[in-house]
T-cell receptor, first 111, second 109 residues
Framework: RKEVEQDPGPFNVPEGATVAFNCTYS??????FFWYRQDCRKEPKLLMS???SGNEDGRFTAQLNRASQYISLLIRDSKLSDSATYLC????????????FGTGTRLKVLA | EADIYQTPRYLVIGTGKKITLECSQT?????MYWYQQDPGMELHLIHY???????EKGDLSSESTVSRIRTEHFPLTLESARPSHTSQYLC????????FGAGTRLSVL
């Protein structure tokens, strides 16, 4: 079983749609959680950190459920420019800053 | 955001050649990382460094080696490139949050 699991998609959604991605992680000692965005043939870029209290950045909302070891990302009012792969990232062992990446979920927003 | 630079961006080379992928950062971060990513696959950590003269192997076994003689510089070397080394190599810097360079796409013929 992979340490971080994501539905690879692709998710094809129309502009303006709301889309949700999920991610599960296996190491209950994990401390930090992130969503990164990776465009085709580009480097990953931080989208947002994820906290238990939930956090929002414009159209993006992230949520962490430690009890279920589950992370989510909600994108509202999807734009064409949101088309990318969204990577769920977990800091696997406390204090080591070693990232574990999911395979990513591909999103394509259609006009 | 960190300024992190990787060269070359693309490299096509023959089997058996020695190659060095360069990574430099201008933010003074102690921690630096090398990841390998095949198309459509997840990133795997192959090397990391927590400071000058500190290097460790990552979770994915790699025939490459690294060095950290200066804070800002973290080069990766393959002594004898093989087709199985064909991949994208991404360098990152930072601590709790990591920032990535644009990557080097390596193709070994």
């Amino acid at each position: 079983r992979k340490e971080v699991e994501q539905d690879p998609g692709p998710f094809n959604v129309p502009e303006g749609a709301t889309v949700a991605f999920n991610c599960t992680y296996s190491n209950s000692a994990s401390q930090s959680f992130f969503w990164y965005r990776q465009d085709c043939r580009k480097e990953p870029k931080l989208l947002m950190s994820v906290y238990s209290s939930g956090n929002e950045d414009g159209r993006f909302t992230a949520q962490l459920n430690r009890a279920s070891q589950y992370i989510s990302l909600l994108i509202r009012d999807s734009k064409l420019s949101d088309s990318a792969t969204y990577l769920c990232v977990v800091n696997s062992i406390s204090g080591t800053y070693k990232y574990i990446f999911g395979t990513g979920t591909r999103l394509k927003v259609l006009a | 955001e960190a300024d992190i630079y990787q060269t070359p961006r693309y490299l096509v080379i023959g089997t058996g050649k020695k190659i060095t992928l360069e990574c430099s950062q201008t933010m003074g971060h102690d921690k630096m990382y090398w990841y390998q990513q095949d198309p459509g696959m997840e990133l795997h950590l192959i090397h990391y460094s927590y400071g000058v003269n500190s290097t460790e192997k990552g979770d994915l076994s790699s025939e490459s080696t690294v060095s950290r003689i200066r804070t800002e510089h973290f080069p990766l070397t393959l002594e004898s490139a093989r087709p199985s080394h064909t991949s994208q190599y991404l360098c990152a810097t930072g601590g709790r949050i990591q920032y990535f360079g644009a990557g080097t796409r390596l193709s070994v013929l």
